[in-house]
T-cell receptor, first 110, second 112 residues
Framework: DAKTTQPNSMESNEEEPVHLPCNHS???????IHWYRQLPSQGPEYVIHGLTSNVNNRMASLAIAEDRKSSTLILHRATLRDAAVYYC???????????WGAGTKLIIKP | GAVVSQHPSWVICKSGTSVKIECRSLDFQATTMFWYRQFPKQSLMLMAT?????????EQGVEKDKFLINHASLTLSTLTVTSAHPEDSSFYIC????????FGDGTRLSIL
């Protein structure tokens, strides 16, 4: 199975942009890239997903490398409520199963 | 937006008890739902894929007789932990949908 690699933790200042990296060097051509975040004792929350092109939504932007071996989640202006564990995930296209990595704990400093 | 409801949110019971967890898709139909478990400070581990009207597909190492899954309708899947023991204590989470998937708020199961 294709896997993702993320830093264990990152810190950022409130109201500044945050770039969360993810490596997925063994990704296959049909694997979608998803990002979810999770607060303690809660279910994961969808952030964004993409296949090849960069994607933007109200929460974040997803920048996908041309060779698709890495991607970056961009939070344009971090708030304290963005503090969470962020998971970069690959989806098995055949049955929509999500392959979870270890995640990055994002700490936002006021 | 799409919502997945999971019930109960937490349960404490004695060893040997069977516990049922419900997962409902509230405003969409879900032919497939997923069940995960999560230990403290770890990522989610997929346990099984629940398929409406057919048998669930279990991941390697997950005992299907221990974790019974029923997906009898397009909006409801249940996970029953049979004869639960302390090592089954964990955070259980369900999801439904495709792109994106929507997750329940999880069930904290504590077996005494």
């Amino acid at each position: 199975d294709a896997k993702t690699t993320q830093p264990n933790s990152m810190e950022s200042n409130e109201e500044e942009p945050v770039h969360l990296p993810c490596n997925h060097s063994t990704i296959s051509g049909t694997d979608y890239i998803h990002w979810y975040r999770q607060l303690p004792s809660q279910g994961p929350e969808y952030v964004i997903h993409g296949l090849t092109s960069n994607v933007n939504n109200r929460m974040a932007s997803l920048a996908i490398a041309e060779d698709r071996k890495s991607s970056t989640l961009i939070l344009h202006r971090a708030t304290l409520r963005d503090a969470a564990v962020y998971y970069c995930i690959l989806e098995r296209d055949s049955n929509y199963q999500l392959i979870w990595g270890a995640g990055t704990k994002l700490i936002i400093k006021p | 937006g799409a919502v997945v409801s999971q019930h109960p949110s937490w349960v404490i019971c004695k060893s040997g008890t069977s516990v049922k967890i419900e997962c409902r898709s509230l405003d969409f139909q879900a032919t497939t739902m997923f069940w995960y478990r999560q230990f403290p400070k770890q990522s989610l581990m997929l346990m099984a894929t629940s398929n409406e009207g057919s048998k669930a597909t279990y991941e390697q190492g997950v005992e299907k007789d221990k974790f019974l899954i029923n997906h009898a309708s397009l909006t409801l899947s249940t996970l029953t932990v049979t004869s639960a023991h302390p090592e089954d204590s964990s955070f259980y989470i369900c999801s439904a949908g495709r792109r994106p998937q929507h997750f329940g708020d999880g069930t904290r199961l504590s077996i005494l």
